[in-house]
C-alpha cells in the first residue's frame, strides 16, 4: 500500500526510523524501567524533519551511512538487552528483540511499497508485454 506516498516518502520514511525512532525505542528499553513508548505519527514527522525537501541522493547517503553503524549496534546485544520489555500505546508489551525483529520487516515492508510504486510508473508504457504480467 502507498498510504499516498512517493516511492521518496518511503524511502524518507525509513530514514527517519532509522535515526530517530527504531534505535531511540531500543535504548529506552535498555536503558529504562519499562519505558512506555508512543507511536509515531509518521506523516508529519516527514513535514517536521524536512525530508520531503531533501533529494533521493542525500536520503540514501544518510540512510547508508547510519545502517552500517546500527547493524553494527544490534549484533553487540546480548539476549539479556534484547529480552528487556517496555510498554508501547497500541502493542502493549515489546521487548528490544521484537523491535530488532520489526525494524528488519519494516524495511522489507517499504522496501516491497517503493517496488511497487516504482513498478506501476511502468505498468502503462509496457505496451502488449503487460500480457506477460498480472498487470
Request: glycine share 10%; net charge negative.
Given at each position: 500500500?502507498?498510504?499516498?506516498?512517493?516511492?521518496?516518502?518511503?524511502?524518507?520514511?525509513?530514514?527517519?526510523?532509522?535515526?530517530?525512532?527504531i534505535p531511540v525505542?531500543?535504548?529506552?528499553?535498555?536503558?529504562?524501567?519499562?519505558?512506555?513508548?508512543?507511536?509515531?505519527?509518521?506523516?508529519?514527522?516527514?513535514?517536521?524533519?524536512?525530508?520531503?525537501?531533501?533529494?533521493?541522493?542525500?536520503?540514501?547517503?544518510?540512510?547508508?551511512?547510519?545502517?552500517?553503524?546500527?547493524?553494527?549496534?544490534?549484533?553487540?546485544?546480548?539476549?539479556?538487552?534484547?529480552d528487556r520489555a517496555?510498554?508501547?500505546?497500541?502493542?502493549?508489551?515489546?521487548?528490544?528483540?521484537?523491535?530488532?525483529?520489526?525494524?528488519?520487516?519494516?524495511?522489507?515492508?517499504?522496501?516491497?511499497?517503493?517496488?511497487?510504486?516504482?513498478?506501476?510508473?511502468?505498468?502503462?508504457?509496457?505496451?502488449?508485454?503487460?500480457?506477460f504480467y498480472d498487470?
Amino acid at each position: 500500500r502507498d498510504d499516498g506516498w512517493s516511492a521518496k516518502d518511503a524511502l524518507a520514511h525509513l530514514l527517519d526510523v532509522e535515526l530517530g525512532v527504531i534505535p531511540v525505542r531500543i535504548h529506552r528499553i535498555m536503558d529504562e524501567d519499562r519505558p512506555f513508548i508512543r507511536s509515531i505519527d509518521a506523516p508529519a514527522r516527514l513535514i517536521e524533519g524536512g525530508y520531503r525537501e531533501r533529494s533521493v541522493a542525500s536520503l540514501l547517503d544518510e540512510l547508508t551511512a547510519h545502517r552500517e553503524g546500527n547493524v553494527g549496534w544490534l549484533r553487540t546485544l546480548t539476549a539479556g538487552q534484547l529480552d528487556r520489555a517496555g510498554d508501547h500505546d497500541e502493542a502493549g508489551e515489546i521487548t528490544a528483540g521484537d523491535i530488532a525483529h520489526q525494524w528488519a520487516y519494516h524495511d522489507l515492508m517499504h522496501l516491497k511499497q517503493i517496488a511497487s510504486i516504482l513498478q506501476a510508473g511502468f505498468a502503462g508504457r509496457m505496451g502488449n508485454t503487460r500480457k506477460f504480467y498480472d498487470v
